[in-house]
């Protein structure tokens, strides 16, 4: 198989199920590292911090870099500081998104009329929808971190952020601006910070209808795994095919 320098590898569903490592993918990490490559983990997951995905993948024996960490939460700061710079922003999300958004500087407040930002909160209630919807009316600029609408974890499959964003946008009738995969934002940050080619990249995840088609869309290769949210049988129903299917990451080695 072709040899990258930059392996863009999706978390949930591929890295991990919940808590659980998926160990094959652990060892490929660390056959990666032992050629002198460093792996970037790209994940739609908005709610938790650059710090805290870099503890939790240590915990199940990898060793990533920070600066090789990028959330959707990231990326919907750095969108939202390019795009709307010097705007007040009000926000849905856990700490992951908040930290996101102060360390790039934006100003967060209960309510604003400039943007609004989507992120995945397992604390979510009546009066947080409400607000938003109620911003989004009077104007507010409709970003959300992701359109997933399920992730797995130990359990099974959780309601993810696309689920409570379609909640938001039904009552409002205005349609969000998407940040993580399927768009290829993520990829280009990583692209433009570290100075890759495209030939160079490869995205690698079990969701096709995320990794997948950010992958397809961003116009670098992708890897599919048949270890989360797709299986390889779905994968090759559609039109647009991955450029290579695996059962795991361990055919990689």
Same mark, same amino acid.
């Given at each position: 198989?072709?040899?990258?320098?930059?392996?863009?590898?999706?978390?949930?569903?591929?890295?991990?199920?919940?808590?659980?490592?998926?160990?094959?993918?652990?060892?490929?990490?660390?056959?990666?590292?032992?050629?002198?490559?460093?792996?970037?983990?790209?994940?739609?997951?908005?709610?938790?911090?650059?710090?805290?995905?870099?503890?939790?993948?240590?915990?199940?024996?990898?060793?990533?870099?920070?600066? @090789?960490?990028?959330?959707? %939460?990231?990326?919907?700061?750095?969108? /939202? +500081?390019? !795009? *709307?710079?010097?705007?007040?922003?009000?926000?849905?999300?856990?700490?992951?998104?908040?930290?996101?958004?102060?360390?790039?500087?934006?100003?967060?407040?209960?309510?604003?009329?400039?943007?609004?930002?989507?992120?995945?909160?397992?604390?979510?209630?009546?009066?947080?929808?409400?607000?938003?919807?109620?911003?989004?009316?009077?104007?507010?600029?409709?970003?959300?971190?992701?359109?997933?609408?399920?992730?797995?974890?130990?359990?099974?499959?959780?309601?993810?952020?696309?689920?409570?964003?379609?909640?938001?946008?039904?009552?409002?009738?205005?349609?969000?601006?998407?940040?993580?995969?399927?768009?290829?934002?993520?990829?280009?940050?990583?692209? @433009?910070?570290?100075?890759? %080619?495209?030939?160079?990249?490869?995205? /690698? +995840?079990? !969701? *096709?209808?995320?990794?997948?088609?950010?992958?397809?869309?961003?116009?670098?290769?992708?890897?599919?795994?048949?270890?989360?949210?797709?299986?390889?049988?779905?994968?090759?129903?559609?039109?647009?095919?991955?450029?290579?299917?695996?059962?795991?990451?361990?055919?990689?080695?």
């Amino acid at each position: 198989m072709k040899t990258y320098k930059a392996y863009c590898i999706d978390l949930d569903g591929t890295v991990y199920r919940g808590k659980e490592p998926i160990s094959e993918t652990v060892q490929f990490v660390h056959h990666l590292q032992q050629q002198g490559i460093e792996p970037f983990f790209v994940t739609n997951n908005a709610s938790q911090t650059p710090d805290q995905v870099q503890s939790k993948l240590n915990a199940l024996g990898i060793n990533a870099k920070r600066s @090789h960490i990028m959330t959707s %939460a990231m990326a919907a700061a750095k969108y /939202i +500081g390019m !795009n *709307y710079p010097n705007v007040s922003v009000s926000m849905i999300g856990e700490k992951g998104l908040r930290e996101a958004l102060q360390e790039n500087g934006v100003k967060i407040v209960e309510s604003s009329q400039d943007v609004f930002v989507m992120g995945i909160d397992r604390n979510i209630n009546f009066e947080k929808l409400a607000q938003a919807c109620l911003d989004i009316r009077k104007g507010a600029v409709f970003i959300s971190t992701n359109s997933d609408r399920a992730f797995p974890n130990e359990r099974g499959f959780m309601p993810g952020n696309g689920a409570f964003t379609a909640l938001v946008q039904t009552s409002t009738g205005v349609d969000p601006i998407f940040i993580g995969k399927p768009q290829g934002l993520m990829l280009e940050i990583i692209q @433009h910070e570290h100075q890759f %080619a495209k030939e160079d990249m490869v995205m /690698i +995840g079990d !969701n *096709y209808d995320t990794d997948m088609l950010a992958g397809i869309s961003f116009g670098i290769d992708t890897i599919h795994v048949n270890t989360g949210v797709t299986s390889t049988e779905e994968v090759l129903t559609k039109s647009s095919l991955p450029t290579v299917t695996l059962e795991n990451l361990l055919e990689c080695i």
